[in-house]
């Protein structure tokens, strides 16, 4: 479950209590602090340069940078006017992440890492997870919480990749994502099988894991073949 320190910190970020509480707890977040700042300087790279500086130049910029970055984003929604193409923000996202991509430390986002992983059995390839929640440009501006990407494990070239929208808005049917993930507030309970949770149902997660895996490696599939045109 969320520790105390990561509720209070997505209370902070002003995300709304339950989209931001289901996100982080299901998928996790992108390191919040080092994506502000990683953003900043790719949005300002002629603010950010550190060349040709002495030990205490730099250090007095470097705070500067870390300064001027948490008060360029310290609303989640300055992201919007500041737009950053697709590939740029996974790529931002992908600096930042929390953990390892190819090992989900949340339960949920665990499970269907093992479930897609197993689909795609093969010494060739490699899997990661990448969750970009948090108040990141790929979450706030394109609509992505999270997203999977298949790799060619001798060259490291990405092949294909399959991006979620997480959701407990029922009357939500649209997405610029590839994948809807609705779960509603009871889903949520059965759905985590974090430590003392009387209300966990193995079953349910394993059928929603199952439905949630093929609409995913379908998306895959059919971005590869699109890619291949």
Known sequence: MLSNLEKWESAQNKASK???????????????????????ATLYPE??????????ERFEKILKIREDAQAEFQDIQSFNKK????????????KCQVGNPENPSRFFAHELYQAVKDRFVSDKYILKFFSATGGTHLDVSHGIDCYFKLYD???????????????????????RADVLIYISDDDYEKLDGSKNNDRFDPE???KVIAEETEKITDA??????????
């Not at 977040?29 to 900043?40: F, H, R």
């Open 47 to 56: 603010r950010c340069g550190l060349d040709n500086l002495g030990t205490d």
């Open 220 to 229: 895959m599939v059919e971005n590869f073949q699109r890619n291949k045109k």
């Open 153 to 175: 494990k001798e060259s490291g070239k990405e092949l294909t990749r399959a991006t979620i929208d997480l959701t407990q808005n029922s009357k939500k049917d649209r997405t």
């Open 18 to 40: 339950s989209g931001s509480i289901l996100e982080a707890d299901m998928i996790g977040t992108a390191n919040s602090k080092n994506y502000k700042e990683a953003a900043y």
């Open 204 to 206: 349910f997660l394993k």
């Open 83 to 94: 737009f950053v193409p697709l590939d740029k923000a996974m790529a931002l996202v992908e």
